[in-house]
């Protein structure tokens, strides 16, 4: 199965401030990721995404890098705000299923005013 | 546009009591369709994934089983309900193979 895991549980950050949260996977067949946000008692909010023949993608305020050779992605909030405050997780899809998407346990990031 | 709905939000239940969460997808046609469970503070569990009407994929070997009679309707069900159980119950649903899982707000379901 897939492994999919997150460096730190919980990150702070100060208002204003750059946020960077990882996620490591073990699956080299994986080769679709996506990041979710996931606010207190709500579904996952699609952030962004990547494949695997892209290293870097860019969104509103958020990038998120994917090195392949190590098998790391990570999601980087520009100038966090209070509204960012919420649990992030990763998904990496099942490589030869493309049924299947694997989470890790997620990050919570609180921003401080 | 494309929406997921998914009901009840909340539900307490003793055990041994049975269990149907329902979920719709709209604006859409012939959705892959997901069923996870999210312990409080964990990540997410996929427990059935569905390609088309019938065809139900189980993950982990439970309590539950699922069902989609529709083209856009999943149903989670349990016939008896135990403890271990209780968490937080989110369906979603896919365009097709291998592209982003978009969810539905959760229920919660409280075992007692």
């Known amino acids: 199965g897939e492994n999919v895991g997150l460096h730190l549980p919980t990150l702070s950050v100060q208002e204003g401030d750059n946020s960077i949260i990882n996620c490591a996977y073990s699956n080299s067949a994986s080769d679709y990721f996506i990041w979710y946000k996931q606010e207190s008692g709500k579904g996952p909010q699609f952030i962004i995404d990547i494949r695997s023949n892209m290293d870097k993608r860019q969104g509103q305020r958020v990038t998120v890098l994917l090195n392949k050779t190590v098998k790391h992605l990570s999601l980087q909030i520009a100038a966090t705000q209070p509204g960012d405050s919420a649990v992030y997780f990763c998904?990496?899809?099942?490589?030869?299923?493309?049924?299947?998407?694997?989470f890790g346990s997620g990050t919570k990031l609180n921003v401080k005013p | 546009s494309q929406t997921i709905h998914q009901w009840p939000a909340t539900l307490v239940q003793p055990v041994g009591s049975p269990l149907s969460l329902e979920c719709t997808v709209e604006g859409t046609s012939n959705p892959n369709l997901y069923w996870y469970r999210q312990a409080a503070g964990r990540g997410l569990q996929l427990l059935f994934y569905s390609v088309g009407i019938g065809q139900i994929s189980s993950e982990v070997p439970q309590n539950l089983s699922a069902s989609r009679p529709q083209d856009r309707q999943f149903i989670l069900s349990s016939k008896k309900l135990l403890l271990s159980d209780s968490g937080f119950y989110l369906c979603?649903?896919?365009?097709?193979?291998?592209?982003?899982?978009?969810f539905g707000e959760g229920s919660w379901l409280t075992v007692v």
């Open positions: 998904a990496a899809s099942g490589g030869y299923n493309f049924n299947k998407f694997y």
């Open positions: 979603a649903w896919s365009v097709i193979q291998g592209n982003t899982i978009y």
